[in-house]
T-cell receptor, first 114, second 115 residues
Framework: DTGVSQNPRHKITKRGQNVTFRCDPI?????LYWYRQTLGQGPEFLTY????????KSRLLSDRFSAERPKGSFSTLEIQRTEQGDSAMYLC????????????FGPGTRLTVT | DAKTTQPNSMESNEEEPVHLPCNHS???????IHWYRQLPSQGPEYVIH???SNVNNRMASLAIAEDRKSSTLILHRATLRDAAVYYC????????????????FGQGTILTVHP
């Protein structure tokens, strides 16, 4: 499968715990995006990487959230001290160099904070 | 990015054409019109995009009004697999034709296809 992959697909955690999600973009896609989607809403942009550089962060990305893409390939999104309001689907997308229009999304990681 | 307005829901019968409208009265000259769809329990999927001229691809057609204040996504023969939430998104290419590329999703149109 050459699509965007995300792991884990589901995560249940207790409030206050830290969680980390991984995204593997399509090979040779240099742009990587993270979005968050709550039930009944469209996805909301969180952050964007071009290669290993994090170029944009949404105000939604509080200081409990951190994202990395250390080698310009896979990316991780960590949430520290999770809160119930963090429960959502976390989506990763990637796009090819010089492609300004098509983003390819992964299946998402469903986070439930109890 | 400029805002779009879409109906909350639409219904269609299988094998009939579907016209999904989108209003974007505040669109700027450099805004591209994008359509994505999200099938149940999946991430969004790119459908089509355009700037001024109508566009066709294997999935759908995009009809853009002459003043660009509205557009219509056309599914020529709806199938049960087309049941999804359809998002109309405007994205500015930015100065020099480059952009960070983030997509600003609204709530979209829930399309129900009846057998």
């Amino acid at each position: 499968d050459t699509g965007v992959s995300q792991n884990p697909r589901h995560k249940i955690t207790k409030r206050g715990q830290n969680v980390t999600f991984r995204c593997d973009p399509i090979s040779e896609h240099n742009r990587l995006y993270w979005y968050r989607q709550t039930l009944g809403q469209g996805p909301e942009f969180l952050t964007y990487f071009q290669n290993e550089a994090q170029l944009e962060k949404s105000r939604l990305l509080s200081d409990r959230f951190s994202a990395e893409r250390p080698k310009g390939s896979f990316s991780t999104l960590e949430i520290q001290r999770t809160e119930q309001g963090d429960s959502a689907m976390y989506l990763c997308a990637s796009s090819a160099p010089n492609s300004h229009h098509e983003q390819y999304f992964g299946p998402g990681t469903r986070l439930t904070v109890t | 990015d400029a805002k779009t307005t879409q109906p909350n829901s639409m219904e269609s019968n299988e094998e009939e054409p579907v016209h999904l409208p989108c209003n974007h009265s505040t669109i700027s000259g450099t805004d591209y019109i994008h359509w994505y769809r999200q099938l149940p329990s999946q991430g969004p999927e790119y459908v089509i995009h355009g700037l001024t001229s109508n566009v066709n691809n294997r999935m759908a057609s995009l009809a853009i009004a002459e003043d660009r204040k509205s557009s219509t996504l056309i599914l020529h023969r709806a199938t049960l697999r087309d049941a999804a939430v359809y998002y109309c998104i405007l994205r500015d290419t930015g100065a020099g034709g480059t952009s960070y590329g983030k997509l600003t999703f609204g709530q979209g149109t829930i399309l129900t296809v009846h057998p």
